[in-house]
């Protein structure tokens, strides 16, 4: 290779790095063109803003209780009411749903990010690293999460709930790994990625530089997919006592303690109930209007709807 052909080659290398980048604003332009991408993210964008900002409107902390008002009605004192506690459902229910979306945003993206390295690594470097890790991926395939997640709920007690974090993480990421280390076999065989290989590039440099910045909008999807499900998994979990613990609080702790009083306090369910399906509702739908954004086969990639 000459040094002509070696610039050329790097620069066609530098332009293979900037793609995504491009890729990603055309693809950002296309979904909010749809009716349901804006929607999803005007409503994701709204309830983010009422988890994190709502609880500095009310005086009333999620830890406080009001022992002359037990299970009292929605009032001006009490806005959404109170629980049998005498705990403000307001206050509660944004702090399980700020609990359980951070829970969901943290999950996805680290288990996104462990989908994109392992499968990126067992596709470029093939041989006894692609057994390795095939095998490691396939054993926690046919692992029961829910139960595993329930013999460790001893670990989340006493407000660590990073390490519940941590260990839904590790059932997030194997179906797309799997994608991820097809999409890099065939990428390894690319101009661009063999011109960095010649040129002496170390190959976790080709990965993270090359190879992962092609298959970004993948990776954006199945972060954005991956919320929802590690939202519904948590308080799932957290419905049956084996997530979040206590003193902290999430939706799926609110919902299975409001199912005991709905019949005859309403209040005490439907507020944490119906914030749960509307976030999932706003993250599928922008899922949804990104997976039409990044098909470019899509009959509906025109309209608005």
């Known amino acids: 290779m000459t040094i002509a052909d070696e610039e050329l080659a790097g620069q066609r290398a530098c332009d293979d790095v900037r793609a995504p980048a491009t890729r990603l604003r055309q693809v950002a332009g296309r979904m909010l063109a749809k009716g349901r991408g804006r929607a999803g993210c005007a409503l994701l964008a709204l309830i983010f803003l009422l988890a994190f900002a709502g609880p500095y409107l009310t005086p009333w902390t999620y830890t406080a ?13 009490h806005w959404w009411g109170t629980l049998q506690t005498g705990a403000d459902v307001y206050a509660v229910t944004l702090r399980g749903m700020r609990r359980s979306l951070v829970v969901g945003l943290l999950a996805a993206v680290v288990g996104t990010a462990l989908a994109a390295v392992v499968g990126a690594f067992a596709g470029y470097f093939g041989g006894w690293t692609d057994r390795s890790l095939t ?23 006493g407000g660590q709930w990073p390490v519940f974090v941590l260990v839904l993480a590790l059932f997030l990421w194997m179906v797309t790994s799997k994608v991820v280390r097809s999409m890099t076999v065939s990428l390894r065989e690319r101009e661009f990625v063999q011109a960095a290989r010649f040129m002496g590039v170390p190959p976790t440099t080709i ?3 090359h190879v992962l910045p092609n298959m970004s909008s993948l990776l954006v999807v199945d972060a954005t997919l991956n919320v929802s499900a590690a939202i519904l998994t948590e308080t799932s979990l957290s419905y049956f006592g084996f997530g979040i613990q206590a003193p902290d609080v999430s939706l799926g702790g609110l919902i299975a303690d409001g199912a005991r009083t709905a019949v005859y306090a309403p209040w005490t369910f439907w507020f944490c109930a119906g914030l749960l399906i509307l976030t999932v509702l706003a993250v599928n739908l922008v899922g949804d209007a990104l997976r039409d954004a990044l098909d470019p086969t899509s009959h509906r990639g025109g309209r608005a709807g």
Request: glycine residues 0%; charged residues 15%.
């Open 65 to 77: 209780r009001d022992f002359t008002a037990f299970l009292a009605p929605p009032s001006a004192e």
């Open 207 to 209: 990965i993270f530089r």
């Open 135 to 157: 095998w490691l991926t396939d054993l926690l395939l046919v692992l029961p999460a829910f139960l595993v997640l329930a013999i460790m709920s001893p670990l989340f007690a």
